[in-house]
């Protein structure tokens, strides 16, 4: 990339499911350090942790990562996120990319790969990633996120919903049919929740009211669409995983690193 940019990774230390889930012991080591060696491995200029808890602030530094301390009243990672861009004064055009504190196994190609797909969108508010869905199931499962995009490679619309709908090809009486593992060809993506922002982006993010297509489907990205913002969308150059959401999450990423540390 000719152009720098930021990765911050958001650690919170509440959750429900897994309390204190950024220093949850895997292979050896907290997850926080897993996703922090992971954004090291990318090509940003600079990583830096986000989080209002002073162990798991103890912890990043004690293996060396450059800790942002933030208010405790955000009510997202966005807005976390704002306040550290606006503390380290950086530039509108400045690049940042969102790192989930809860993906361990997230390739370093995937943080350049979104990092770069905004920089070649000067139009682009953020990027984001998609990948091909290849099976009815997965298409029609809620959770999750399908997106389509614009022959410029840009987000039309994020839905939980089997979008596009094949009106020919899909039969809503067919139920069984349509939960089958049946081969879909292609057209259809499911959305990575990865990001990139420009920093301006995100500093009028905060005060965009949320949209009526966000709170009906729950996804934050659908207000920088309703409010006219581009979202440029590039396919993933490598399978990406999932994160630690639940207890079982948790053991099958433990079994996976721990094997491949062997």
Request: one cysteine or more; glycine letters at 6%; a negative charge.
């Amino acid at each position: 990339m000719s152009q720098a940019f930021t990765v911050i990774i958001p650690a919170r230390f509440a959750s429900q499911r897994l309390p204190g889930k950024p220093l949850l012991e895997i292979a050896g080591r907290p997850m926080i350090e897993h996703v922090w060696q992971r954004a090291m491995a990318s090509g940003a200029s600079r990583v830096l942790i986000a989080t209002d808890n002073e162990q798991i602030a103890g912890v990043a530094r004690g293996f060396g990562a450059d800790v942002v301390m933030t208010r405790e009243d955000h009510v997202n990672g966005t807005s976390r996120l704002t306040e550290v861009i606006d503390r380290l004064d950086l530039h509108d055009d400045d690049c940042v990319v969102n790192v989930q504190g809860d993906e361990p196994l997230l390739p370093s190609s995937l943080i350049d790969r979104v990092a770069e797909s905004l920089e070649a969108d000067n139009g682009a508010a953020m990027a984001t990633l998609a990948e091909s869905i290849a099976d009815r199931a997965t298409l029609m499962r809620s959770s999750v996120v399908k997106v389509v995009c614009s022959q410029q490679g840009r987000a039309l619309y994020f839905s939980r919903a089997p979008i596009p709908w094949d009106r020919d090809r899909f039969d809503l009486s067919d139920s069984a049919h349509l939960q089958g593992e049946h081969d879909l060809g292609q057209g259809w993506l499911r959305h990575i929740g990865i990001y990139a922002y420009r920093a301006s982006f995100l500093r009028d993010y905060q005060n965009l009211p949320v949209a009526p297509i966000e709170a009906c489907e729950q996804l934050e990205q659908l207000r920088a669409l309703y409010h006219g913002y581009a979202i440029s969308v590039a396919m993933a150059t490598e399978q990406y995983p999932a994160g630690v959401d639940t207890p079982e999450d948790l053991v099958r990423v433990r079994d996976l690193l721990t094997r491949s540390s062997d």
